[in-house]
């Protein structure tokens, strides 16, 4: 009977093994999919930290907000963005905050200065966000403030009940709605009365109602929509109408825009901005942000028109069709294009795939800046609404923000087949890109220098609170330890770990008290001596009158031959040396002919043509 059981397990093993790469296949939308927040409201300056020109750049309405974002509210200013999970966040003024994470169950960021208030709507997902003084977690439904001071943080519960969690000790604290305000430092938490601002507290409610009158009366428009973007509803309903259109065969139902030309087409209205290595598309129309992030633009050949098709859900009419389109983020779904001095842009159909620098949706596809590499399908002609392309002078590009005034009339195939597909804005599409401050601008206003904030990413507040919990650590672990007596200290012997040498491919490494040395080993060695040293020549007055050298004791110089002169000691004399021989060379005199006087075969004509005419084959004449 054991046996049978082992021969089962060991044959569901693989099978159990290869389960989560099946499932894994048979999803993957859910895979690479970016959460990416929306700036819905901006009262005043809320600026985005730019980390290679080391400036403050002006954030507008619907502007994209994603991970690793530093961002500062300016004094007198509010902001409000929403993050896809269904958490909200308001910031008051003098606030900077750092957004660390942002996922479907989490929101992480960092708060240092300010004033910030916390709605976490949703089910299943957790707002964390840490101060100098401690971490606030935000569970399900539930909302709170948090007001830093200079020496300590406040929060108060205003829904449900939300937990604060204090390093020194790493004790948790419960702080409940309607109850006191928790004040912590970095050496205490006590609970007080939570300090009201009237004027915080009568924006939000302002705030809370004009969302419940959006979100009152939204009749259709919400089951066409995701439940992540849910709330944009009011914007499709105030400026548009869902439409029953013929599209591929079936009756699909579409969103078109109202109050716009007859030459309107997406992509137009805005500017871009260059947004985490890809080009992200910033509207200036109230229904931009929805429609350009999310699902798919549509041109009807049979209306002349440009439809919106939305992104797939479950609450939808069961009588007409939708395109199963991922309910994804992306910054733009376009196709590149330059030439000369023009550069462009293609609105991509459904399901065409949206080459990218970094991936953002099931429909990306990643490719590198080398064209080399790009795929077989870049190219234009593979583009479906290559005749909607919209062409501007690259001077343009980053200076209007409405590309309708300004982009080319001519879009026939002729002069569209002639541009260049790129992945991306990069230096061939434009050659001083990476010198223009003005590609991270979401408007015409000029970025900031704010040298009085810290231009890291953690802030100096962070690092000083962090190093101060680590210090008391040490020393709460050090009042711990037992006393040594210092008495006995020095009487008793060091005790030394003798060293211990390890060889491996020729690296001696010695270890023991002293620290790791390392140097190469001599295998071989050969036994060889030191070549004597020039013995010291005796110098006399008359080796000084033979050499000419003075300090001729120092160092041996070899006389030349020229130098050298028979002695008077040795006894015998040097022979003269002979002269070199020389034998007379017979020169030959050549009068050279008259002119006249050359034969025929000289003649350059007369060479070439006998050189080239074939000899005779036979014993007759040519």
């Given at each position: 009977?054991?046996?049978?059981?082992?021969?089962?397990?060991s044959?569901?093993?693989p099978?159990?093994t290869a389960?989560p790469?099946a499932?894994?296949l048979?999803a993957?939308?859910?895979?690479?999919?970016a959460?990416?927040?929306?700036l819905?409201?901006?009262?005043?300056?809320l600026l985005?930290y730019?980390?290679?020109?080391?400036?403050w750049?002006?954030?507008?309405?619907?502007?994209p907000?994603?991970?690793?974002?530093?961002?500062f509210?300016?004094?007198?200013?509010?902001a409000?963005?929403i993050?896809?999970?269904?958490?909200w966040?308001r910031?008051g003024?003098?606030?900077?905050?750092l957004?660390?994470?942002?996922e479907q169950?989490?929101?992480?960021m960092?708060?240092?200065s300010?004033?910030v208030?916390?709605?976490?709507?949703?089910?299943?997902?957790v707002?964390k966000?840490?101060?100098?003084?401690?971490?606030?977690?935000?569970?399900p439904?539930?909302?709170?403030d948090i007001?830093?001071q200079?020496?300590a943080?406040?929060?108060?519960?205003l829904e449900?009940t939300v937990?604060?969690?204090w390093?020194h000790d790493?004790?948790n604290h419960?702080?409940?709605?309607g109850s006191?305000?928790?004040?912590a430092?970095?050496e205490?938490?006590?609970?007080?009365?939570?300090?009201m601002?009237e004027?915080?507290?009568?924006?939000?409610r302002e705030?809370?109602?004009?969302?419940?009158?959006r979100l009152?009366d939204?009749?259709?428009?919400?089951n066409?929509?995701?439940?992540?973007?849910?709330y944009?509803?009011h914007a499709?309903?105030?400026?548009?109408?869902w439409?029953?259109v013929?599209y591929?065969?079936?009756?699909?139902?579409?969103?078109?825009p109202?109050?716009v030309?007859?030459?309107?087409s997406?992509?137009t209205?805005?500017?871009?901005t260059?947004?985490?290595?890809?080009?992200?598309w910033?509207?200036y129309?109230?229904?931009g942000?929805?429609?350009?992030h999310y699902?798919?633009w549509v041109?009807?050949d049979s209306?002349?028109?440009?439809?919106?098709a939305?992104?797939?859900?479950?609450?939808?009419?069961?009588?007409v069709y939708?395109?199963?389109?991922?309910p994804?983020?992306?910054?733009?779904?376009?196709?590149?294009?330059?030439?000369?001095?023009y550069?462009?842009?293609?609105?991509?159909?459904?399901?065409?795939p949206y080459?990218?620098?970094?991936?953002?949706?099931?429909l990306?596809?990643?490719?590198?800046?080398?064209?080399?590499?790009?795929?077989?399908?870049?190219?234009i002609?593979?583009c479906?609404?290559?005749?909607?392309?919209v062409i501007?002078?690259?001077?343009?590009f980053?200076r209007v923000?409405?590309?309708s005034?300004?982009r080319?009339g001519?879009?026939?195939?002729?002069?569209?087949?002639n541009?260049?597909?790129?992945?991306g804005?990069?230096?061939r599409?434009?050659?001083?890109?990476?010198?223009?401050?003005r590609?991270?601008?979401?408007?015409?206003r000029e970025a900031?220098?704010?040298p009085?904030?810290?231009?890291?990413?953690?802030?100096?507040?962070?690092k000083?609170?962090?190093?101060?919990?680590?210090s008391?650590?040490?020393?709460?672990?050090q009042?711990?330890?037992?006393p040594?007596?210092?008495?006995?200290a020095?009487?008793?012997p060091v005790?030394?770990?003798?060293?211990?040498?390890t060889?491996s491919?020729?690296?001696?490494?010695?270890?023991?008290?002293?620290?790791?040395?390392?140097?190469?080993?001599?295998?071989?060695k050969?036994e060889?001596?030191a070549?004597?040293?020039p013995?010291?020549?005796r110098?006399?007055?008359?080796?000084?009158?033979?050499?000419?050298?003075?300090g001729?004791e120092?160092?041996?110089?070899?006389?030349?031959i020229?130098q050298?002169r028979?002695s008077?000691?040795s006894?015998?004399t040097?022979?003269?040396?002979?002269a070199?021989?020389?034998?007379?060379?017979?020169?030959y005199e050549s009068?050279?002919?008259?002119?006249?006087e050359?034969?025929a075969?000289?003649?350059?004509?007369s060479m070439n043509?006998?050189?080239?005419?074939p000899?005779s084959?036979g014993f007759g004449r040519?």
């Amino acid at each position: 009977m054991n046996t049978i059981r082992t021969i089962i397990v060991s044959s569901l093993i693989p099978v159990l093994t290869a389960m989560p790469s099946a499932f894994a296949l048979q999803a993957p939308e859910e895979q690479g999919t970016a959460v990416i927040g929306h700036l819905t409201h901006v009262e005043g300056n809320l600026l985005r930290y730019i980390d290679d020109d080391d400036e403050w750049v002006p954030m507008v309405k619907d502007s994209p907000v994603g991970a690793e974002d530093l961002l500062f509210c300016e004094d007198d200013s509010k902001a409000e963005f929403i993050i896809p999970n269904n958490t909200w966040v308001r910031t008051g003024g003098n606030t900077r905050l750092l957004i660390t994470a942002l996922e479907q169950n989490t929101s992480e960021m960092e708060v240092d200065s300010g004033l910030v208030r916390l709605y976490n709507k949703s089910t299943d997902a957790v707002i964390k966000v840490t101060t100098p003084f401690g971490i606030v977690q935000t569970p399900p439904l539930t909302a709170c403030d948090i007001r830093l001071q200079t020496d300590a943080v406040q929060v108060r519960a205003l829904e449900g009940t939300v937990s604060f969690n204090w390093p020194h000790d790493n004790s948790n604290h419960e702080i409940s709605a309607g109850s006191a305000a928790l004040l912590a430092d970095f050496e205490n938490v006590t609970r007080e009365e939570a300090v009201m601002d009237e004027a915080w507290d009568e924006w939000n409610r302002e705030m809370d109602r004009r969302w419940e009158e959006r979100l009152r009366d939204q009749g259709d428009d919400d089951n066409y929509l995701p439940e992540t973007i849910r709330y944009e509803s009011h914007a499709l309903r105030d400026n548009g109408i869902w439409e029953t259109v013929y599209y591929e065969g079936r009756n699909c139902s579409f969103w078109r825009p109202l109050h716009v030309s007859s030459y309107w087409s997406p992509f137009t209205v805005g500017r871009w901005t260059s947004w985490y290595g890809d080009h992200c598309w910033i509207p200036y129309e109230p229904f931009g942000y929805v429609t350009h992030h999310y699902g798919n633009w549509v041109y009807i050949d049979s209306c002349n028109r440009w439809y919106w098709a939305p992104p797939d859900c479950h609450r939808r009419r069961r009588d007409v069709y939708f395109p199963a389109i991922p309910p994804a983020w992306y910054p733009g779904r376009v196709s590149w294009i330059y030439r000369g001095d023009y550069v462009g842009w293609i609105p991509l159909a459904p399901l065409e795939p949206y080459y990218c620098y970094r991936s953002w949706g099931s429909l990306s596809r990643v490719v590198g800046k080398d064209p080399r590499h790009h795929p077989k399908d870049f190219d234009i002609k593979h583009c479906r609404y290559k005749k909607h392309a919209v062409i501007v002078k690259k001077s343009n590009f980053y200076r209007v923000t409405n590309y309708s005034h300004e982009r080319v009339g001519s879009r026939a195939d002729a002069f569209i087949d002639n541009f260049r597909r790129e992945a991306g804005i990069n230096s061939r599409v434009i050659n001083d890109f990476t010198t223009m401050k003005r590609r991270f601008a979401f408007d015409n206003r000029e970025a900031k220098k704010l040298p009085h904030l810290a231009a890291s990413r953690t802030t100096a507040r962070m690092k000083a609170a962090d190093n101060l919990f680590t210090s008391r650590k040490a020393t709460a672990i050090q009042k711990t330890a037992p006393p040594v007596d210092r008495s006995k200290a020095f009487k008793q012997p060091v005790k030394t770990r003798p060293a211990r040498t390890t060889k491996s491919s020729g690296i001696q490494t010695i270890r023991g008290n002293n620290m790791s040395i390392f140097k190469p080993i001599q295998r071989y060695k050969p036994e060889t001596t030191a070549p004597p040293s020039p013995a010291k020549i005796r110098v006399t007055p008359e080796r000084k009158q033979r050499v000419g050298i003075p300090g001729g004791e120092r160092r041996q110089v070899l006389p030349s031959i020229n130098q050298r002169r028979p002695s008077s000691v040795s006894g015998f004399t040097f022979q003269k040396r002979e002269a070199a021989r020389t034998f007379p060379v017979q020169r030959y005199e050549s009068t050279p002919r008259l002119k006249t006087e050359r034969p025929a075969s000289s003649n350059k004509a007369s060479m070439n043509r006998s050189y080239f005419q074939p000899k005779s084959i036979g014993f007759g004449r040519r």
